[in-house]
């Protein structure tokens, strides 16, 4: 085994060379024997599996069968009939009104921008488009 390979196994496993894998677990033991680089790795990795379990809150069997338990049953609960959503101004079948009040809104304001100069119109001819010639061995010139 190789250092390289000997990091790579304390960073999935930790410190604790038991929960390794067996054939990996020997291989770890002979090189941690010969070398001083794999003993500081593993030490590294044994420090940081204290932290994290100094870190890790305590989860006690009645703790974890109460979350379970619970999960069980929101799972086999019939479905709850869900309330509309606030925007939705009437019932389910009815929800084209909001739509087509809000685009009756945008429409208005449009022509009145429009219509009291905020938004100028431009025509076709404004920006050139009647001057345009078309040239086609197929069609001849058309304007």
């Known amino acids: 085994?190789?250092?390289?390979?000997?990091?790579?196994?304390?960073?999935?496993?930790g410190g604790d060379i038991d929960r390794w894998p067996a054939t990996d677990g020997v291989d770890a033991l002979t090189l941690l024997e010969d070398s001083a680089e794999a003993r500081a790795i593993l030490a590294d990795?044994?420090?940081?599996?204290?932290?994290?379990?100094?870190?890790a809150p305590s989860v006690d069997e009645d703790g974890v069968r109460r979350v379970m338990n619970?999960?069980?049953?929101?799972?086999?609960a019939p479905p709850m009939e869900r309330a509309p959503a606030p925007w939705t101004l009437s019932a389910p079948p009815m929800r084209l009104w909001p739509t087509a009040g809000f685009l009756a809104v945008m429409g208005m304001a449009g022509f009145l921008a429009a219509s009291q100069g905020v938004l100028p119109v431009q025509g076709a001819q404004a920006n050139g488009y009647a001057e345009v010639v078309v040239n086609s061995s197929y069609l001849g010139a058309i304007r």
């Not at 619970?70 to 086999?76: K, V």
């Open 1 to 13: 085994m190789t250092l390289k390979e000997f990091k790579r196994f304390a960073d999935l496993y």
């Open 45 to 55: 990795a044994a420090a940081l599996d204290a932290l994290l379990d100094r870190a």
């Open 70 to 76: 619970g999960i069980a049953a929101r799972l086999d």
